[in-house]
């Protein structure tokens, strides 16, 4: 009994005697504390989220300002995982001029919150997983996926003339139409 109690001290020092070890041997001494501390400083934390790769596209300048408008940031910076369909600030220059200045107007928050969740799908989607179908956008509204034999997608009356951008929390692809609902199509 005596000689097991002896081991398992003898056991237990000699863990404590590697750990300390290799604590002593790793640890930085105080040359090195500054550039550790720096190192530290230069640390940055993943910003790449569907918002901010959206914000940094200069040619989806108008998407991003209708994003923040419809109180959508936050969301779409979250850990939560998307598909978006981006119209280009050539696609929103291509609607009559009413329809877009109505959309920013603060009395149509909700309608232009309708409207960017339509571009929303869940989950991250990218060009080669899609099929010929509908996914369920955020709007509630089903958008029509259509796939070419070359394997281009369409979304409902749009081209996806840039697939794939990879986000840290989905996937962008950018469309070379303004897409509405189905209530809202005559627009």
Do not use: C, W
């Not at 910003?47 to 989806?60: C, D, E, R, S």
């Not at 979250?78 to 280009?88: N, Q």
């Not at 339509?118 to 958008?143: C, D, M, P, T």
């Amino acid at each position: 009994m005596k000689l097991q109690k002896y081991q398992h001290i003898l056991a237990q020092t000699l863990v404590f005697a590697l750990i300390n070890t290799d604590l002593l041997i790793n640890f930085p001494n105080n040359a090195n504390a500054g550039s550790i501390a720096q190192e530290a400083n230069n640390v940055t934390f993943q910003t790449n989220t569907i918002v901010h790769v959206i914000a940094n596209q200069p040619n989806l300048k108008t998407f991003s300002k209708a994003v923040e408008a419809a109180g959508l940031t936050e969301i779409l910076s979250s850990d939560k995982v998307f598909t978006v369909f981006v119209p280009t600030d050539e696609a929103f220059a291509a609607l009559p001029k009413s329809t877009l200045e109505s959309l920013f107007q603060p009395e149509n928050k909700e309608l232009l919150r309708k409207f960017i969740n339509y571009h929303i799908v869940g989950n991250a989607y990218n060009s080669r997983s899609f099929r010929i179908g509908q996914l369920k956008s955020f709007e509630g509204s089903s958008l029509d996926i259509g796939v070419s034999i070359t394997g281009r997608v369409r979304v409902n009356n749009a081209r996806v003339t840039q697939a794939d951008i990879q986000a840290a929390n989905g996937v962008i692809h950018i469309i070379d139409k303004v897409i509405f609902p189905q209530s809202n199509k005559s627009r």
